[in-house]
């Protein structure tokens, strides 16, 4: 089966609120030295949005698949928000900060946190950072296919379930000799089973 | 008395204490419990941090790059029991004030008509758009008295309303600029709003809940297990610091002073010191002295982590929708608040703990609360985005 094409991350960037002072400088700072990063690493950046009373909508329309957030930022607990209102379809929210002594991603990771905090924000640091913050999400688009692919089968199985059913009323045939008749005549038409099944479902409907 | 427990089996397993703070009015008790010296007395040194937002305060507690916390009582149950975030077992050791907090509307809105919450019920009532509303954390105390004061006017926070969180320092900027109609948040920040002239203070947190809980002293369930002794040093240093800031109008003020210092709130001492001392003013010409104003101790019984405290958090985050299966709403908090804990800690500082662990409160739509059936509370309410419970 074909594996879903690739698309490039889609993320958007926090912007530290204005304001002056020490903490904010060092917050801008480390801002542009992400965004550096992030361009020199080719991840599309769709949107640096500030920090203020509309950044959740904002995040509502654009659909970002990670939000990039320094960790210092009083901003993060309008991103709480946007957790708790997200939380059946969690994105990576990954955090940055210029603190030397923060626990490792695997801590983080184990926790089952998306946020990230990471050490450092030198440009060529950003790419490993994200790279495990893309594995994860990967891992995640992952687990959902795969849910996926267990209905389809489900789904399937009924359909087949119930072909052999209809073969088995209108030709009198045992079931395991209405399936091996599906069988052969899908491998005949070079049909999947499933969509030979719904073919037969289909004449069955019209007659 | 204080220097004879300090020796032996009872000696505090580590004596420095990393304190996470919010620059807010009620972190008083536990500034100064530090300034006074009140945690050398029982053996350990209290290091405060001053903290950027709640969630980045509790990811440092649950990383243990922070002992305990000044914490939204709300948000602590809240990190208990994994919303928006790792459930990660927790304790309180005591709850460090009562009231003191406010909500507060646009000017534009009281032009309106909307001067309470009658009037702003009617407001919202004709449609003509949606109003915006903030708070400070999504499971914290000002969402929960916010939801619960719409609630109780007939407007549902959820459909009639939009919520938002906004840090408290960014709320009366942005409730003169328009971009809000009104918000839930602590001290100074509430009476900032009413300074600038942006907002007039239509109901204090005591008006929806008197002597209601607020922000609590926190920490991760592991850390105290693991340092009982000291941990009954520090309730037991807060305590005392409780006890002093509640003892007189000289003794707010002198707190105040300390905490308009950019170390600690860093805000003016007009706009700390008058609600510290119950002087209130709304915007609207009303001025009063309050009967139940912001309070560190009151005897104690402002401190004591009754269990239906945490219960009725816990009845509203599964109101709202934010549990969506009934908790085993007492085991909760019985683990979680450290009664006994706190008992000891009483004792030492020589505070008197009432005997039970439950409390009863009539809230502002004249419901009772007393820590009794909460499951059936929390779905008692006709405004709510509760999850009927599974069969």
């Known amino acids: ?207 | 008395m204080t220097g004879a427990f300090i020796t032996g089996s009872d000696q505090p397993e580590k004596t420095v204490i990393k304190i996470g703070f919010m620059p807010l009015t009620d972190c008083a008790s536990l500034v100064m419990a530090s300034v006074l010296g009140l945690d050398e007395k029982y053996g350990i040194k209290l290091a405060l941090s001053r903290e950027h937002s709640w969630s980045g305060m509790r990811d440092r507690l649950l990383r243990g790059e922070l002992d305990a916390a000044h914490v939204l009582y709300g948000l602590l149950y809240g990190v208990e029991m994994g919303i928006g975030c790792s459930a990660t077992p927790m304790a309180l050791l005591m709850n460090l004030s009562r009231n003191g907090q406010a909500l507060t509307l646009s000017n534009s809105l009281a032009r309106q008509g909307a001067t309470d919450l009658a009037g702003l019920a009617g407001l919202v009532r004709k449609g003509t758009r949606r109003f915006t509303f903030a708070h400070t954390f999504p499971t914290g105390n000002h969402a929960m008295f916010l939801s619960y004061w719409l609630a109780a006017g007939g407007i549902d926070p959820l459909r009639d309303a939009q919520l938002v969180t906004v840090p408290p320092s960014q709320m009366a900027a942005n409730l003169a600029a328009g971009h809000m109609d009104g918000f839930c948040a602590g001290e100074p920040w509430s009476a900032r709003a009413v300074a600038d002239g942006g907002g007039f203070m239509v109901a204090s947190s005591q008006d929806i809940w008197p002597d209601h809980p607020g922000k609590a002293l926190g920490a991760r369930a592991d850390f105290v297990d693991a340092n009982p002794h000291a941990c009954r040093a520090l309730v037991a240093a807060v305590l005392e610091a409780g006890r002093w800031i509640d003892e007189s109008d000289e003794h707010r003020f002198a707190a105040a002073e300390v905490l308009a210092s950019p170390a600690w709130v860093g805000a003016d001492l007009g706009a700390i010191a008058a609600r510290l001392q119950g002087q209130y003013e709304d915007g609207m010409g009303k001025r009063w002295q309050d009967p139940d104003p912001l309070r560190f101790h009151a005897d104690g019984d402002a401190n004591f982590p009754y269990l239906s405290d945490g219960m009725w958090f816990l009845t509203q985050h599964r109101r709202w929708g934010l549990l969506r299966a009934a908790p085993d709403y007492l085991a909760v908090a019985s683990r979680v608040n450290r009664v006994g804990l706190y008992r000891e800690a009483a004792l030492l500082a020589g505070v008197a703990a009432p005997s039970g662990l439950l409390r009863s409160s009539v809230l502002i739509d004249g419901k009772v609360w007393n820590g009794l059936d909460p499951e059936a509370y929390a779905a008692s309410f006709p405004i709510h985005k509760l999850t009927p419970a599974k069969t």
Do not use: C, W
Not at chain 1, 46 to 52: E, G, I, K
Not at chain 1, 194 to 205: F, G, S
């Open chain 1, 1 to 207: 089966m074909k594996s879903p094409p690739q698309r490039t991350l889609r993320i958007v960037v926090v912007n530290t609120a204005p304001g002056g002072g020490a903490g904010e400088e060092a917050q801008a700072r480390r801002n542009t030295a992400l965004r550096i990063g992030l361009l020199e690493s080719g991840y599309d950046i769709v949107a640096s949005l500030p920090a203020d009373i509309f950044l959740p909508e904002r995040i509502a329309q654009i659909q970002p698949d990670m939000i990039i957030i320094d960790s210092e930022s009083d901003a993060r607990d309008v991103l709480e928000h946007i957790v708790i209102a997200t939380r059946d379809e969690p994105r990576p929210i990954v955090l940055f900060t210029d603190d030397q002594t923060a626990s490792s991603m695997d801590a983080a990771i184990a926790a089952g946190v998306s946020a990230y905090i990471v050490a450092g924000l030198q440009a060529e640091r950003v790419k490993p950072v994200l790279d495990v913050a893309m594995v994860r999400f990967r891992r995640e688009q992952k687990l959902l296919d795969e849910l996926s692919d267990t209905r389809r089968q489900l789904a399937d199985r009924k359909l087949i379930e119930r072909a052999k059913g209809v073969l088995m009323a209108k030709n009198r045939l045992s079931e395991e000799e209405a399936y091996q008749k599906l069988r052969s005549m899908a491998m005949n038409k070079k049909l999947k089973l499933a969509e030979l099944a719904q073919r037969v479902l289909d004449v069955e409907d019209l007659l």
